[in-house]
């Protein structure tokens, strides 16, 4: 698949689930409310349509949420995805909290997912609780050693927050560097209404990274996993890590991603409205003809770009839409 602008389309993002065990404060609210049950696809539709995006193309799958693995028989659709790695599909990949890691790790493993990513902005417990709201840091770190038990290669993911985790940075990547792990920062993306303000959380990862060079070496890599993110090999700590910059240094010139939400609505780009409906004809017919269709039709829309900023002006968020609706 390409779109209007000559771009492939390789990899699908797919929310299973807009539920998560967290409430963390840059994602949703701490009250936050969810999508009834009924308006879900259902696991088997799921597969089908990434089957389908398979068969045009799509050669990576990620599945996010809210959090995957809350999703109930979520690993049936894992096993099922499984069995296409290697006949068209690279690779079936997670991201989560880590929350559920301990029960799934193994399972994941055996599924044929080879790569996560954890969602992981501090290692100081107080801290990590008011991030998270809701969260329990060493059940999120035994999930992380039950990952690394099972073969799982880790990556962590913080999202860099001024007045908050910014001092801990260079600890963070030190440690997930120790442990094996690449390490990827992101800027806070200004989508949905998280009852924070988010101008007086945002921290430019261009001002993240100066610092970081005051204490080491950053050397610009080839390394790619499919993704956004920018990798530099850290010289001083033989690790890797990964900035994804939507705001400072957007990405959207080698856009290659796609996203489907668990109500089958297919989002062309994460920072603008633009969006499908797939739920009407994976349901209107038993054949993938008025799929296929509505995917190439969509496809062609797919904008040059997204319109993220944050606006010191305002609260409001540059979407309405929070993150975890469109999946992370």
Same mark, same amino acid.
């Given at each position: ?17 807009? #539920? ?21 696809? &259902? ?10 995006? $398979? ?17 109930? /028989? $979520? ?8 069995? #296409?790695?290697?006949? !068209? ?27 996560? /990513? $954890? ?10 609780? #008011?991030?998270? *709201? ?22 962590? /993911?913080?999202?860099?927050?001024? !007045?908050? /985790? ?32 988010? $101008? ?44 994804? &910059? ?53 496809? #062609? ?10 606006? *010191? ?16």
């Amino acid at each position: 698949m390409k779109d209007s602008f000559g771009r492939s389309i390789t990899y699908l993002r797919v929310s299973v689930t807009d #539920r998560c065990d967290f409430r963390c404060v840059y994602c949703m609210s701490e009250h936050m409310s969810f999508l009834p049950k009924a308006e879900m696809l &259902t696991l088997e539709e799921l597969e089908r349509l990434c089957l389908v995006f $398979v068969d045009k193309g799509v050669e990576r799958l990620r599945i996010t949420g809210g959090e995957p693995l809350v999703r109930r /028989n $979520v690993m049936t659709l894992f096993e099922r995805l499984g069995r #296409r790695i290697g006949d !068209g599909l690279k690779e079936v990949t997670l991201t989560t909290n880590g929350s559920q890691l301990t029960r799934y790790a193994q399972g994941l493993a055996d599924a044929g997912v080879r790569r996560v /990513n $954890v969602s992981l902005d501090t290692r100081d417990p107080e801290l990590f609780r #008011r991030i998270t *709201r809701w969260g329990e840091l060493p059940k999120v770190l035994d999930g992380i050693e039950a990952a690394a038990k099972a073969g799982l290669d880790i990556k962590i /993911n913080a999202v860099a927050l001024r !007045g908050q /985790n910014e001092d801990e940075i260079p600890d963070l990547m030190r440690w997930s560097h120790a442990q094996g792990f690449d390490f990827t920062l992101i800027e806070t993306m200004p989508l949905g209404d998280v009852d924070e303000d988010r $101008v007086d959380r945002y921290l430019p990862l261009s001002l993240v990274r100066a610092r970081l060079e005051r204490e080491v070496t950053l050397t610009p890599s080839t390394h790619r996993t499919g993704g956004p993110a920018r990798y530099f090999d850290v010289a001083e700590t033989g690790g890797r890590l990964g900035l994804i &910059t939507p705001l400072t240094h957007n990405f959207c010139e080698s856009c290659n991603r796609v996203r489907v939400t668990c109500t089958g609505t297919l989002y062309m780009c994460l920072g603008q409205e633009d969006s499908a409906d797939l739920r009407a004809p994976l349901r209107a017919s038993a054949s993938d003809e008025p799929l296929h269709a509505a995917i190439e039709a969509a496809i #062609r829309h797919k904008p040059r770009g997204h319109d993220f900023v944050i606006d *010191r002006r305002s609260a409001a968020p540059a979407l309405a839409r929070p993150m975890s609706m469109t999946g992370g």
